[in-house]
């Protein structure tokens, strides 16, 4: 025993640097407590917050690369917010190589955890949630990486958000995973980020399941190179609660997937059912835009070996409700705005890059021609079913670092 | 040891000429007292020991009202460079410094002040270290707070109204958030522009303490003064108030918002702009600013807002600046709708 406690002290002499373990309890001044502890941490180290529910008056953040931020469960280690009277996030991580795992935020005022410039960012069985159901007055995002580069959501669930529940932004090599999204506004939006995989989620009872968005004015666009696949994408049809004005705000209730410029995007291997509007939503960036760089085209677009049952039944969007009736009474699971072409800001038309390939039938085009020509002025037609499709990008592989400390 | 103890008192009551203690400035540990660097002469924090310059800014970020005095000590020997865009080029050792105080009535401004915090940047070799120093109810010492704290503050303000509000001590990760240029923490306020007064720069460079002056210099408004064009007054508070994040290099650099005085972009500047991720902080508006109509611009909602998620800056102010949006309102007004 002495020799051991001895050993013991001899290597903790030896290795200052060692990782250490922060251990906070709930309670007394929690808020102090926490924060003190994630401006403590070291590279290495692990805080471990203890099972129970810790009362928050104001945003928490870590700033230090390398650290594991972990609780009890996301049933019992919650972060609770909602008595926040300042900051725009519950948890904000501002360093790379972090995990944050096994605990619960609930009802942040603005967004549940962000991370910001972070390389190495993991969420891993979270829980996220507005306890109070939808509602326009709940926070923005309930995850939220930003400007990050490898990123890993797994088994991370969501609800609630006024815009998406999972919001992947500007960022690079992604994966979210078996995780589920319910009674957001959005499920889940990959938005101008590049080279994605989002597999193995449930997305359902959001007013949207999956968007692939791609905006102008933001210092990383052109989003490309995302795949979606192995997802069940379940009666998206909640009434859209987001404040307008918001991207998100445009999408109609009972979307089960949409992809809004960008390109090589492959959708696959998804059920997708039950959503009343379009289970697949394929369409160009519609309003005017200054931004040279921009392109709004969706192009080289696959999608191919989903199944669908019982979508398309009660479409929300303006026109919608004609355009089922002409096809039989539902909308067929793919749509198209067939916009193949955009007027640039700096003079001159361009053409799309890629095609539009769709695999699954029926799919049809509203044939709008030109970007900005409103959904009013369609040409409903069928779509003839492209083969070949593309060609299947590499699945994503994030450091093997990252995998193994998510893992454990 | 009795003898010691009086020698001891007479060597204070002797009071040597306090003198800023360098060495401990760059030590890796903070001290736990402002008092060990002394920066100050008094015990209050309101006499600057010698060699702490006063110095002012042209217009300067709102603070839940706080009345700011502002502080610079170079090493000796060690002036700073002229720049003419960014903070000027600092030497090792440099420290800043600025308390935050609110005075019992703002109709007597210079009478029973409270200093709340005095904040430090100081310039070691490896960069800009953000320290804050919360003072005691009594107004005699000053300790190290890196966590963050909230502190009720009540004042008469220039109304006569009675003000009481909850001030938000920042933590060290809230310093680092303002104050970080692409992950590189650095001071905000004494850019050679904001800086210039007309004399500040000019005295700074004549004893010694600035380098490379140029004639011609750059100026930033002053927010408040009447007699400047409307534009640059709002664009001068824009960029001091929003522009440490709302730029490139800043933490809401994926925003696309930039507020910089001198942004050539209209969206960057917000002109029809679309929110990306704002949510709910929208408030059911669709551009961040609208040419000629202040009321349909997300810009001045989310400065009016003291609702966390809503409100712009997300920290740093827990009441709404109204002079400030009705200033920046005055200038969405003014604005030209065919921008």
Request: aromatic letters at 6%; glycine letters at 10%; one cysteine or more.
């Amino acid at each position: 025993m002495k020799i051991s406690a001895l050993l013991l002290i001899a290597t903790c002499l030896a290795a200052p640097a060692a990782a250490r373990t922060i251990m906070v309890a709930p309670g007394g001044d929690a808020q102090v407590a926490l924060q003190t502890a994630l401006i403590d941490a070291a590279p290495g180290d692990t805080v471990r917050l203890a099972a129970g529910r810790y009362v928050l008056a104001d945003g928490l953040s870590l700033d230090v690369a390398g650290v594991t931020v972990r609780g009890a469960g996301p049933g019992r280690t919650i972060l609770d917010f909602t008595g926040q009277k300042g900051e725009g996030e519950g948890l904000l991580i501002t360093s790379g190589n972090v995990v944050i795992r096994d605990l619960a935020v609930e009802n942040a005022k603005g967004n549940g955890i962000k991370s910001k410039g972070s390389d190495g960012i993991s969420f891993v069985n979270l829980r996220v949630e507005w306890t109070g159901g939808p509602k326009a007055s709940n926070g923005a995002y309930g995850l939220y990486p930003v400007s990050s580069k490898h990123v890993l959501i797994d088994n991370v669930f969501v609800r609630g958000a006024s815009d998406a529940g999972i919001y992947v932004g500007q960022s690079q090599q992604i994966i979210v995973r078996n995780s589920r999204a319910e009674g957001n506004v959005a499920g889940i939006e990959i938005e101008n980020s590049y080279d994605a995989d989002v597999h193995h989620n449930v997305a359902t009872g959001n007013a949207g399941g999956l968007l692939v968005f791609d905006l102008p004015d933001l210092p990383q666009q052109g989003g490309h190179t995302i795949r979606l696949f192995k997802n069940r994408i379940i009666a998206n049809n909640h009434p859209n609660f987001a404040a307008p004005g918001n991207i998100v705000a445009s999408v109609p209730s009972g979307t089960g997937v949409m992809i809004m410029a960008n390109r090589d995007i492959h959708v696959f291997d998804n059920d997708i059912s039950d959503n009343a509007g379009n289970a697949v939503m394929i369409v160009s960036y519609q309003s005017k835009f200054t931004d040279r760089n921009y392109n709004p085209l969706a192009r080289a677009i696959s999608v191919h070996g989903n199944r669908y049952a019982g979508n398309g039944t009660r479409p929300g969007f303006p026109g919608g409700a004609e355009i089922a009736a002409a096809m039989g009474g539902a909308l067929p699971p793919v749509m198209w705005d067939g916009v193949i072409g955009y007027a640039s800001p700096s003079g001159g038309e361009r053409a799309a890059d890629g095609g539009v390939m769709i695999g699954d039938g029926p799919a049809f085009t509203l044939n709008l021609g030109m970007q900005g020509v409103p959904t009013s002025a369609a040409r409903p037609a069928p779509l003839v079913l492209a083969t070949p499709l593309l060609p299947m990008p590499p699945r994503i592989v994030l450091p093997a670092a990252q995998e193994a400390r998510a893992a454990r | 040891m009795k003898r010691l103890v009086i020698a001891a008192l007479l060597v204070l009551g002797a009071a040597p000429a306090p003198h800023v203690d360098a060495v401990r400035l760059l030590a890796a540990a903070p001290a736990a007292k402002l008092s060990d660097y002394g920066l100050f002469a008094d015990a209050h924090g309101r006499v600057p020991a010698p060699g702490v310059e006063h110095y002012t800014l042209n217009t300067s970020l709102f603070s839940d009202y706080a009345e700011k005095f502002r502080y610079v000590w170079l090493p000796p020997g060690k002036p700073a460079r002229y720049t003419a865009t960014g903070v000027l080029e600092f030497p090792v050792g440099t420290t800043i410094v600025k308390s935050f105080a609110y005075p019992a009535d703002f109709r007597a401004p210079d009478a029973k002040i409270r200093i709340i915090e005095t904040r430090l940047l100081v310039r070691r070799t490896e960069g800009w270290v953000p320290l804050s120093y919360v003072w005691n109810a009594a107004g005699t010492e000053a300790v190290l707070q890196r966590a963050g704290v909230r502190l009720p503050v009540q004042f008469i303000d220039t109304h006569g109204t009675a003000r009481s509000l909850d001030y938000a001590v920042p933590n060290v990760n809230q310093c680092k958030q303002c104050h970080g240029q692409d992950n590189v923490a650095t001071p905000i306020g004494p850019t050679a522009a904001n800086l210039n007064d007309g004399s500040q720069l000019q005295r700074w460079a004549a004893a010694g303490q600035l380098t490379a002056l140029p004639a011609t210099l750059p100026r930033l408004a002053r927010w408040d003064d009447a007699a400047e064009p409307l534009p640059a007054r709002a664009r001068a508070y824009l960029e001091v108030n929003c522009g440490h994040c709302h730029s490139r290099a800043g933490f809401a650099s994926n925003s696309g918002l930039y507020l910089q005085a001198d942004e050539p972009v209209p969206a960057h500047q917000g002109i029809n702009k679309r929110p990306v991720a704002a949510g709910r902080g929208s408030g059911g508006r669709s551009f961040s600013i609208v040419p000629g109509q202040p009321d349909a611009s997300i810009l001045a909602h989310r400065m009016e807002s003291t609702e966390p998620g809503v409100m712009m800056p997300q920290f740093g102010r827990t009441v709404t600046h109204e002079e400030g949006v009705a200033l920046v309102r005055a200038y969405i007004a003014a604005l030209p709708p065919e921008l």
